[in-house]
């Protein structure tokens, strides 16, 4: 099985700021995940210049500007794309970025980007989703907000359009998400009326909730980071600390081992403790030849190595072939 798709997200905790989105790329490429996610759009093709923000946005960044006016400033231009494409090729880390609208799909075309992952906000953008289709590229398709008709009708785009290799990932849009409202079942859920791969994009506080979405089945985890909680900007204080991003890769790589190929049987590991810890038919007492196996005179002690319990009913009722020695293993 293929391991875990961990995406770290930036998403706009670069504040517009190019230098900072390196040292993202260099703390994601440091934490071992296989991809960082950025955003692209242009603010003018997003909302509109009276949109209101986010409950969580008002109270993360200045309350008196617009939600135009704050996308406007963490927008990245094509020229920037490509330096931090470059630079995650340098590092050895996937670059990734959500188009918002057409054009941007268009631009990170040029790139040569190979997957597309598209935001829960644009999962009924029909122009959007047949852009991206038509593109035949790897979709992984985000769900917050949404309803199983909802990933349907995207999906039947998608598929419509030419793309079929598509996962898609549980989501819950809240910054941060409260645990009440993650319900990670919806992810097997979506699983079974889809019949596609799955994972999980997480916006809860710690690092929990993508780890037990690993344990249920996850292929691909998503997550912010920042590199200071305390930044000014929408979605820093719901992201991950670079230490906290780490430990997050490092669980889900542990959990990732321990999963397993579902095959019941003794590891590797621990067939050096089946003698030691299983039982022998053993003599409970001094027994002479002859005398008959009871209840009373046999008894079950480690180690293993002699007749199972198992065959304790077998045994009973057998007469001893030699003298048997208090705890010695008993033979038939």
């Known amino acids: 099985m293929d391991k875990v798709f961990i995406i770290a997200e930036a998403g706009v905790n670069h504040n517009g700021n190019i230098d900072t989105a390196k040292k993202m790329i260099d703390v994601a490429y440091e934490a071992g995940v296989d991809a960082i996610k950025f955003q692209s759009f242009k603010a003018s093709k997003l909302v509109s210049e009276n949109a209101k923000k986010a409950e969580y946005q008002l109270k993360t960044t200045n309350s008196q500007e617009s939600q135009y006016q704050m996308l406007k400033g963490l927008e990245i231009d094509y020229t920037q794309h490509v330096e931090l494409k470059r630079f995650c090729e340098q590092r050895g880390i996937t670059f990734l970025s959500s188009p918002c609208d057409v054009e941007s799909v268009d631009m990170l075309n040029t790139l040569g980007m190979e997957i597309y992952k598209i935001p829960s906000g644009e999962i009924t953008n029909f122009p959007l989703l047949k852009k991206i289709g038509s593109l035949k590229k790897k979709v992984i398709l985000s ?4 309803t199983l008709s909802d990933i349907e009708g995207a999906l039947t785009v998608l598929a419509k359009s030419g793309t079929e290799n598509i996962t898609v990932l549980h989501c819950n849009t809240e910054y941060p998400t409260p645990f009440k409202d993650v319900n990670l079942s919806a992810m097997i859920t979506i699983k079974n009326a889809f019949k596609v791969e799955v994972g999980y994009s997480d916006h809860t506080n710690g690092i929990e909730i993508p780890i037990a979405a690993v344990a249920m089945g996850a292929r691909v985890i998503e997550k912010h980071f920042t590199l200071d909680k305390s930044m000014v900007g929408p979605d820093h204080k719901a992201s991950l600390s670079p230490d906290e ?4 890769v490092i669980s889900i790589r542990n959990v990732e081992l321990a999963i397993g190929n579902g095959i019941k049987k003794p ?3 621990e067939y050096k403790n089946l003698d030691i810890v299983r039982k022998s038919i053993v003599a409970n007492c001094n027994i002479k030849k002859g ?10 002690k480690r180690p293993g ?6 065959h304790w009913e077998n045994v009973l ?16």
Do not use: H, V, Y
């Open 305 to 310: 190595t002699g007749i199972s319990p198992m």
């Open 143 to 146: 769900t917050g907000m949404c």
């Open 245 to 248: 991003l780490r430990k997050m």
């Open 317 to 332: 009722g057998q007469r001893a072939i030699k003298d048997f020695k208090k705890d010695e293993l008993i033979i038939i």
């Open 267 to 269: 590891s590797e590991s």
């Open 291 to 300: 005398e008959i196996f009871t209840e009373t005179n046999i008894t079950t």
